[in-house]
């Protein structure tokens, strides 16, 4: 496994502008996740795609956010017209399909965002 | 009512004690459970899956209560390498297993 790939790791961006977080999960990974953490907090659940189709999406996200898995292998996740209250590291996860062993999510190493 | 939810930390331990975690979830209908270790400013890794009949894993021990929608995490003779923030994390069956984690309790492990 060359395990789950994020990029940018770091971007600093000024409020109202848009910004995009790329994700490579483990191949043969069907499952992808994108979470939101904040100092202090564990990560909040943002959405979740199995392939290319959006399973779920929080309450959390609101309309400036979206997120796309259009081949069921990479994904982005776009913030648009940021606010400093999106100041946050991103985190996205993959999982195997069910059935070929381990429910364990993997996690990359995170897209810090500050929104200045 | 949060759908996991932990000790509030703190938690401040000698070199050596045993120290313990407690996580409860909501929906009776989870399926699988696990404990996460992050380091700061790090990304969260799997630390040990929790299984019905408890398992253990040296020095770390979990246990899975389904009839009171509880799970804990025992930690005996303590390391400094043990200071970190462990998450409780459940598999939800919503959407297709929407994992979902606690809010984390830190602990730190004092010479």
């Known amino acids: 496994d060359t395990g789950v790939s994020q990029d940018p790791r770091h971007k600093i961006t000024k409020r109202g502008q848009n910004v995009t977080f790329r994700c490579d999960p483990i191949?043969?990974?069907?499952?992808l996740y994108w979470y939101r953490q904040t100092l202090g907090q564990g990560p909040e659940f943002l959405t979740y795609?199995?392939?290319?189709?959006?399973?779920?999406k929080s309450r959390l996200l609101s309309d400036r956010f979206s997120a796309e898995r259009p081949k069921g292998s990479f994904s982005t996740l776009e913030i648009q017209r940021t606010e400093q209250g999106d100041s946050a590291m991103y985190l996205c996860?993959?999982?195997?399909?069910?059935?070929?062993?381990?429910?364990?999510?993997?996690f990359g190493e995170g897209s810090w965002l500050t929104v200045v | 009512r949060k759908e996991v939810e932990q000790d509030p930390g703190p938690f401040n331990v000698p070199e050596g004690a045993t120290v313990a975690f407690n996580c409860t979830y909501s929906?009776?209908?989870?399926?699988?459970f696990f404990w996460y270790r992050q380091d700061c400013r790090k990304e969260p890794k799997l630390l040990m899956s929790v299984y019905s009949s408890g398992n253990e894993d040296g020095r770390f021990t979990a246990q899975l209560n389904r009839a009171s929608q509880y799970i804990s995490l025992l930690i005996r003779d303590s390391k400094l390498s043990d200071s970190a923030t462990y998450l409780c994390v459940v598999n939800m069956p919503t959407g297709g297993f929407k994992t979902i984690f606690g809010a984390g309790t830190r602990l730190f492990v004092k010479a």
């Open positions: 996860a993959s999982r195997r399909p069910t059935g070929f062993g381990g429910n364990t999510i993997y």
């Open positions: 795609f199995q392939n290319e189709a959006q399973l779920e």
């Open positions: 929906n009776s209908a989870s399926q699988s």
């Open positions: 191949s043969e990974h069907n499952r």
